[in-house]
């Protein structure tokens, strides 16, 4: 049986001259702290990652999130870290750092203090209140252009435009558009194969990439089938230049 952990969010503060208790929290506010909660521990493809499950206790409010171990762990180092380097998060990736940054904020909107720690023995703990001050270098986000393949599984959207396409290598991503551009495109690519072309930021030392900021740039039809024939065909084409090479990797090595 998987050995089981927990983060605690406790929250201090007042709701007009009351005490903050779960009985006058806001299910607003209960929904934004778990949406956030589940970026602190696994920022990166959900699809994979174990249950979390939840309890709302007194004593103020606390969040309880209950999850692997092994994962609570890694949290824990986490706060140390950020503990360590002077709030420093240039270190977490994107979706961490959001979180992180979105509980700053709301301490300081809502004049409330959070109290982050785990059930690992001996853990660090931080306090975010409204003097609070996470340090994250934006130089080191860049615009970069991105291609991506996979399956459309949402296409449009009332208030705002976006593509949901589903990836391999990153989960769903959801890419914001113009509504006319999506309004414009004449095929219905819902559960089809296509590629997409945006414009998004990238950590210029890790390469990592902001999936919150992709904007679609265009729609590209993509047929598997036709892209390997097409393949095919170029490294037929370039085995002609090939040709009186012997060992084309150590050919490589020495133009390297």
Same mark, same amino acid.
């Given at each position: 049986m998987e050995r089981i952990g927990y983060i605690q969010i406790k929250v201090v503060g007042k709701k007009g001259n009351l005490q903050l208790t779960p009985e006058n929290y806001d @299910?607003?506010?209960i929904i934004s702290v778990l949406e956030h909660a589940e970026n602190l521990l696994f920022p990166n493809n959900k699809k994979e990652r174990p249950t979390i499950s939840y309890d709302i206790q007194s004593g103020s409010v606390k969040h309880i999130l209950k999850t692997s171990l092994q994962a609570i762990i890694g949290f824990n180092a986490l706060l140390l870290q950020i503990y360590n380097n002077n709030y420093s998060i240039d270190f977490l990736e994107s979706p961490t750092a959001r979180a992180f940054e979105y509980f700053q904020d709301s301490a300081?909107?809502?004049?409330?203090?959070f109290e982050i720690s785990t059930s690992v023995k001996d853990s660090g703990e931080l306090i975010v209140d409204a003097y609070t001050e996470f340090l994250r270098s934006e130089e080191i986000w860049v615009d970069a252009e991105f291609y991506f393949?996979? @399956?459309v599984t949402d296409f449009g959207?009332?208030?705002?435009?976006?593509?949901?396409?589903?990836t391999k290598e990153y989960g769903i991503l959801?890419?914001?558009?113009?509504?006319k551009m999506l309004g414009d495109y004449e095929s219905n690519p819902l559960y089809k194969?296509?590629?997409i072309r945006t414009m998004g930021k990238q950590n210029v030392h890790t390469g990592e990439l902001d999936k919150s900021s992709l904007k679609l740039l265009e729609i590209v039809d993509y047929d598997r089938n036709y892209k390997d024939d097409y393949i095919s065909e170029l490294i037929?084409?370039?085995?002609?230049s090939w040709a009186g090479i012997g060992d084309a990797d150590e050919w490589l090595s020495e133009m390297r």
């Amino acid at each position: 049986m998987e050995r089981i952990g927990y983060i605690q969010i406790k929250v201090v503060g007042k709701k007009g001259n009351l005490q903050l208790t779960p009985e006058n929290y806001d @299910i607003k506010d209960i929904i934004s702290v778990l949406e956030h909660a589940e970026n602190l521990l696994f920022p990166n493809n959900k699809k994979e990652r174990p249950t979390i499950s939840y309890d709302i206790q007194s004593g103020s409010v606390k969040h309880i999130l209950k999850t692997s171990l092994q994962a609570i762990i890694g949290f824990n180092a986490l706060l140390l870290q950020i503990y360590n380097n002077n709030y420093s998060i240039d270190f977490l990736e994107s979706p961490t750092a959001r979180a992180f940054e979105y509980f700053q904020d709301s301490a300081k909107k809502q004049g409330v203090a959070f109290e982050i720690s785990t059930s690992v023995k001996d853990s660090g703990e931080l306090i975010v209140d409204a003097y609070t001050e996470f340090l994250r270098s934006e130089e080191i986000w860049v615009d970069a252009e991105f291609y991506f393949y996979g @399956i459309v599984t949402d296409f449009g959207g009332k208030e705002k435009a976006n593509i949901h396409l589903d990836t391999k290598e990153y989960g769903i991503l959801k890419v914001n558009s113009d509504k006319k551009m999506l309004g414009d495109y004449e095929s219905n690519p819902l559960y089809k194969p296509y590629g997409i072309r945006t414009m998004g930021k990238q950590n210029v030392h890790t390469g990592e990439l902001d999936k919150s900021s992709l904007k679609l740039l265009e729609i590209v039809d993509y047929d598997r089938n036709y892209k390997d024939d097409y393949i095919s065909e170029l490294i037929s084409k370039a085995s002609i230049s090939w040709a009186g090479i012997g060992d084309a990797d150590e050919w490589l090595s020495e133009m390297r």
